[in-house]
């Protein structure tokens, strides 16, 4: 079988034919098994929920506010070049590209908010390793989409923290 995701693959843990095999060889019994799969799923679900946390809190705390600082340096800037009256078509897509993606970025973080509570509210299991897997992950990547290309936009002495070329290089 091609199974995808770790998540996934914790129910091959209990397969009828799985048991057989670990108890024919007395390795483990089917609570023993039961059990794996069972703190397999908890575990899982605990660092994800380590994941999303972490990403609202990054950005909440740092990301968001440094991109609005950002566009308020930017939009003195077209004023500014508006005033001398040269042309700020420049400056005002780049204030207009930046200012969709906040908003985008915002609008990704209350969904990741709102799944990450009601995931924490959910009983320890397969199901919340599921939703997990099926709607945080999908919603740190939404939240993640439009940062990344924000970090490509924002000056460099704004972003709160190294850039993927800082780290690299």
Do not use: C
């Not at 390795?27 to 929920?49: D, G, M, P």
């Not at 994941?51 to 800037?77: C, F, G, H, N």
């Not at 997990?132 to 939240?143: F, K, R, S, T």
Request: charge should be negative; proline fraction near 4%.
């Amino acid at each position: 079988p091609n199974i995808k995701s770790m998540v996934e693959a914790i129910d091959a843990l209990t397969t009828e034919k799985t048991v057989q095999m670990y108890e024919r060889f007395g390795v483990f019994t089917r609570a023993e098994l039961e059990s794996r799969a069972e703190i397999k799923y908890e575990n899982y679900s605990k660092a994800l929920n380590i994941e999303a946390r972490t990403m609202i809190d990054m950005a909440s705390k740092q990301l968001i506010p440094a991109v609005i600082k950002y566009t308020k340096t930017l939009a003195d800037t077209v004023i500014a070049v508006q005033a001398a009256g040269a042309n700020s078509d420049v400056q005002v897509e780049l204030l207009n590209d930046v200012s969709t993606l906040l908003k985008e970025a915002e609008e990704a973080l209350k969904v990741l908010i709102t799944s990450t509570n009601k995931a924490g509210a959910m009983e320890e299991g397969k199901e919340q390793a599921f939703y997990y897997h099926d709607v945080i992950l999908p919603a740190m990547e939404n939240l993640r989409t439009p940062i990344d290309k924000l970090e490509m936009m924002v000056d460099k002495e704004a972003w709160p923290m190294p850039s993927y070329g800082d780290l690299m290089f």
